[in-house]
């Protein structure tokens, strides 16, 4: 299985400080995305990393890339009462030519604590 | 000017009924799909459509039968509902490049069905 695996499964900080979530995947891929749920809410898209990349940032997000560790992070630095969410990486297949699914992990719910 | 939407939010409904899940997206994008999210947040793939066209069919029981009537819908119909149909449906669209890997996929705010 291509599924990405999250770590921590749950992470709590308190406002202001870095939060550091983790995905490492199995097989060789095009690109990594990471997406955020809001309780009760869909997935956003927060950042898509293709696999000649290695770091790519978004505001307060970083997200590094190692393709040898099949690995993958991201980093929310200033953490926020409002980043209160579960966390997803997603991966795309090497090769897929869209008749392979984006392969989604089982998610870090982070709690940041005003 | 909602991106991706999908009716009824919320679905409660006893075991053996049939029932429907309509998405519409407006964002002129050719690829929808179907996710089921279970009580866990594993989030999986169902179905994707792209230009209508059936492309991801991931092993989803064939009481499951989704609709595109075009490109900007893609409607889920289920048969003989059972408890373990019990889930958060999420569609989704995006807009692919073949051979470029996935792009950005835009989700609807969810459907959350509940079979008692």
């Known amino acids: 299985s291509q599924q990405g695996e999250e770590d921590p499964q749950a992470l709590s900080i308190q406002e202001g400080e870095n939060a550091t979530m983790n995905c490492s995947y199995k097989?060789?891929?095009?690109?990594l995305q990471w997406y955020r749920q809001n309780s009760g809410r869909g997935l956003v898209h927060l950042i898509l990393?293709?696999?000649?990349?290695r770091e790519k940032h978004s505001g307060r997000l970083r997200v590094t890339l190692d393709t040898s560790k099949k690995s993958s992070s991201l980093l929310i630095t200033a953490s926020r009462a409002a980043d209160t969410a579960s966390y997803f990486c997603a991966t795309d297949a090497l090769g897929n030519s869209g008749n392979t699914p984006l392969v989604f992990g089982k998610g870090t719910r982070l709690s940041v604590i005003a | 000017d909602t991106a991706v939407s999908q009716t009824p939010k919320y679905l409660v409904t006893q075991m053996g009924n049939d029932k429907s899940i309509k998405c519409e997206q407006n964002l002129g994008h050719d690829t929808m799909y179907w996710y089921k999210q279970d009580s866990k947040k594993f989030l999986k793939i169902m179905f994707s459509y792209n230009n209508k066209e059936l492309i991801i069919n991931e092993t989803v029981p064939n009481r499951f039968s989704p609709k595109s009537p075009d490109k900007a819908h893609l409607n889920l119909h289920i048969n003989s509902l059972e408890l373990g149909d019990s889930a958060v449906y999420f569609c989704a669209s995006s807009q692919e490049e073949v051979g470029q890997g996935y792009n950005e996929q835009f989700f609807g705010p969810g459907t959350r069905l509940t079979v008692l």
């Open positions: 097989t060789s891929i095009n690109n």
């Open positions: 990393i293709r696999s000649n990349e």
